[in-house]
């Protein structure tokens, strides 16, 4: 993939910062659950360890959103696929699938979100719209054409792709 603005930064769109905060919300309300459990005598070693898990998310969640730039605050080029993108692809049996390529902490969120480093964001990622990309996974490897990639609107429900 050629360089992008990308390059330098995370970058996350801003429906997705949205999700992720939530995410962090949930996941301080397990924090809370298990940090009176992790104190009780008798406790397991899963409590713990889901603790931690809990805890160790967390700081990962915010420093990503701490250190991450917005994606609709890049220049967009509707003429190729780009981070936070909406692209819609037709498959060689003529089935259309769109997707919002993401960041790959965003890609969990949601079913149409997919990782900018998943087989098929890879393969999307810098490519002209009208092209066809061939897209290599565990099983083998599928052909699919670029119809569309725009650029979603910064308040726009995840029901519009």
């Known amino acids: 993939m050629a360089s992008t603005p990308y390059s330098d930064r995370p970058y996350l769109t801003e429906e997705g910062r949205r999700l992720l905060e939530e995410r962090i919300g949930d996941r301080e309300r397990v924090l ?7 104190h009780e005598p008798g406790r397991s070693t899963d409590t713990v360890e ?4 809990a805890a160790r998310e967390i700081d990962h969640l915010r ?7 917005t994606v609709e605050d890049v220049p967009d ?15 060689d049996d003529g089935a259309e699938e ?6 790959p902490a965003e890609a969990p969120v949601e079913d149409e979100r997919i990782s900018s480093e998943s087989p098929l964001g890879r ?3 810098g490519r002209r719209v009208g092209g066809t990309v061939e ?12 119809t569309r990639a725009t650029r979603r609107e910064a308040d726009a429900g995840t029901n519009d792709a």
């Not at 889901?50 to 898990?53: G, L």
């Not at 420093?63 to 730039?69: N, P």
């Open 32 to 38: 809370e659950e298990l940090r009176a459990a992790v």
């Open 50 to 53: 889901s603790y931690h898990r």
């Open 63 to 69: 420093s990503l959103m701490e250190g991450a730039g």
């Open 77 to 91: 080029d509707p003429t190729i696929v780009e981070l936070g993108d909406i692209v819609t692809i037709r498959l």
């Open 98 to 103: 769109t997707y919002i390529v993401v960041h």
């Open 123 to 125: 393969a999307l990622l």
């Open 135 to 146: 897209v290599d996974v565990p099983s083998g490897s599928y052909r699919c054409t670029i």
